[in-house]
């Protein structure tokens, strides 16, 4: 007999805490239409579905270019106003001949003939180039742009997400999403910009008496700070020796997954491994299983790729210093306003129990972690930073194999915090699809008195 774990079968999934439109059932509702030029004596745009089960955009030439701008249409979901949002949608079908735009947008506002702003994630056709910009009333400003070859007759996965002040896009393949081919990043975080705004997607002619023809698919937009539940057992099918579970899992949960079985609930082994694309609620597991007893299943996240909290000691972590008398040190911290560590006992700092000495450089590099194959891994750690503001403190690389730097951390750690402060960020995409080391590098003024330093406990990278 076979059972699934109970725990799984009771999970509740809930809310989608999203908008997902396949066009399955052949219609727009619950989109409005923009088609600005047609409201000024233009010919009407026209809204198809191929097959019943996609979206086409098809626009005519603009009637007064000079004054109107170029051919443009599109289609947004008013109904929710998002302020973090990740949007996805699937690009299947477009005129090559065309010099064309299309593509999402993100936080919309003012909807209009000359007045939609917000963000968008666009190709231009023409240059086979892919563009992250900011709209101010239908006036583009680009954020950053990657070179891309898209090829007619295949689909592709189209991704933005504006996080706080953090915009970021990247395009997949949409029949294998689980790596982006593309990311696109500003050098910075977005400051001043659009807060809220609703979703959608649309088509701009990129020369003035042009047209647009373009097909969409699987629109999605969610919040990603959404509430988590655990993955759930949907379905179960054995084969002889093949186990066949299909899983769901929230929309804003897409990630790696491992499928587990036991005898008991004590005992664990890993039977597969399997991943849900982001914006995706389904996965599935097919695995050998050749055991007779009854067994149990259960689904759950795979580990981190790398974690440390410093309580083993510190395996493969290396310390130098450059310039000055502070090093690093493991160990219970003993400052004047940090007396414990994160989580148990250790963690490292810049000398533990008195200050920091001036004119000081020194270094603390992570074992190796390797993240070939993975999909956009993040890091996260705990920090605590007792410097001169503004003129000393820690700035965090990611380096190769060989030891060069290949990218940074955008914020440089010199404002003081009050105890523990998490950090997370999306490791840049310099760093993907190799080995990597990510290094803390301490640096001090040469002014007297001093304060801490910088402490560091709890380190993931998932």
Known sequence: MIRLALAIILAAIGAAWGQIDDFDDGNSDGWTRSDVLAQVGGTPAEFTFPDGNRIRLKSSPSPDPEALGPSRVGLFREDVSYTDVTVVMDMVAWDANLAQDFGILARAQTIGLGTTSGYALTVDVD????????????????????ELMMEVGKSYRFRLSAIGNKISAGVADAVSPGEELVILEPEGEEEGGFT??????????GVAEGSTDATFDRFIAFDPS?????????????????????YEVPIQSGGDYVLESSADLQEWSILGNSSVPIGFTQGSFTA?????????????????LFTEDFEKGAEGWTTSVTTGDTAWELGAPGAPDLMEAHSGTQTYGTLLDHPFTDLATTSLRSPVIDLAGKRRPRISFWHHVDVTEGAEGVQVNYLNEAGDVIGSVDEIFWIRTEGWTRFEADLPAEALDQKITVEWIFRSDGNSPNGAGFFLDDVIVD
């Open 226 to 246: 959404g509430p988590a539940t655990p993955p759930q057992i949907a379905s179960y099918e054995r084969v002889e020796d093949s186990v066949m579970i299909g």
């Open 127 to 146: 240059e086979q180039t892919i563009y992250l910009s900011r709209l101010d009333n239908e006036v583009a400003v680009t954020l950053a742009k990657i």
């Open 196 to 205: 809220e705004g609703v979703n959608g997607f649309f088509t701009n002619s």
């Open 288 to 304: 050998t299983d050749a055991t007779v007893q009854a067994r149990y299943y259960r689904v759950s996240q795979a580990p981190p």
